[in-house]
């Protein structure tokens, strides 16, 4: 059983490059995420999406693009990379919040990043 | 904008002590989560607190939620050295995202 997981594991951009990190999940969640890590400062909500088709911003969504064409799949573009978007990318997802169910995440294994 | 607030910041404890890990909270949530992290590796969901008074314990690990002080707390039992990891709580806003704590670096001391 995957769970979730993004690719690449690993990328090194120069300044003003662009790239796309794939999440995938298989446990049919509706609620997908991308956050980033930093050192010093938790993880931070980029995007959401509560379903195929549909994306909303986070706390630092600057500079970055989603995409849901897919239930099961977000993509995080980075259309001209920047230096402070070196990061550790975490994509998780989960099923939709109600009175009996949680909002418990479900993260992937992480994506780094580092743009020089 | 919810703000989270995890301390201590880092820990160092020795095994087969007790310790408390307090995580606070800026306005009204009654949904928190606490999650651990290895060094290099993902998060690892740990306990979901669905209302106020909430305890939930798993092994040497117990969580609790109080919403009216907006306060969280992770006790920790008679540390060992399987512990050490990094230790975040998040706390869920009315629009269901989590917002997470900076997080707590726990280790354990033979």
């Known amino acids: 059983n995957a769970g979730v997981t993004q690719t690449p594991k690993f990328r090194v951009l120069k300044t003003g490059q662009s790239m796309t990190l794939l999440c995938a999940q298989d446990m049919n969640h509706e609620y997908m995420y991308w956050y980033r890590q930093d050192p010093g400062m938790g993880l931070r909500l980029i995007h959401y999406?509560?379903?195929?088709?549909?994306?909303a911003k986070g706390e630092v969504p600057d500079g970055y693009n989603v995409s849901r064409l897919k239930k099961q799949n977000f993509l995080l573009g980075l259309e001209s990379a920047a230096p402070s978007q070196t990061s550790v990318y975490f994509c998780?997802?989960?099923?939709?919040?109600?009175?009996?169910?949680?909002?418990?995440?479900?993260f992937g294994e992480g994506s780094r990043l580092t743009v020089l | 904008e919810l703000k989270v607030e995890q301390n201590p910041l880092f820990l160092s404890m020795q095994e087969g002590k007790n310790y408390t890990i307090y995580c606070n909270y800026s306005t009204t949530s009654d949904r928190l989560y606490w999650y651990r992290q290895d060094p290099g590796k993902s998060l690892e969901s740990l306990f979901v607190?669905?209302?106020?008074?909430a305890v939930k314990q798993e092994g040497r690990l117990m969580a609790s939620l109080d919403t009216k002080a907006r306060l969280s707390t992770l006790h920790i039992t008679a540390a060992v050295h399987d512990l050490s990891a990094t230790y975040f709580c998040a706390v869920e806003n009315l629009a269901n995202n989590l917002f997470f704590g900076t997080g707590t670096r726990l280790t354990v001391i033979p």
């Open positions: 607190l669905l209302s106020n008074g």
């Open positions: 999406s509560v379903g195929e088709g549909t994306t």
């Open positions: 998780a997802s989960s099923y939709p919040r109600g009175r009996v169910r949680s909002g418990e995440l479900f």
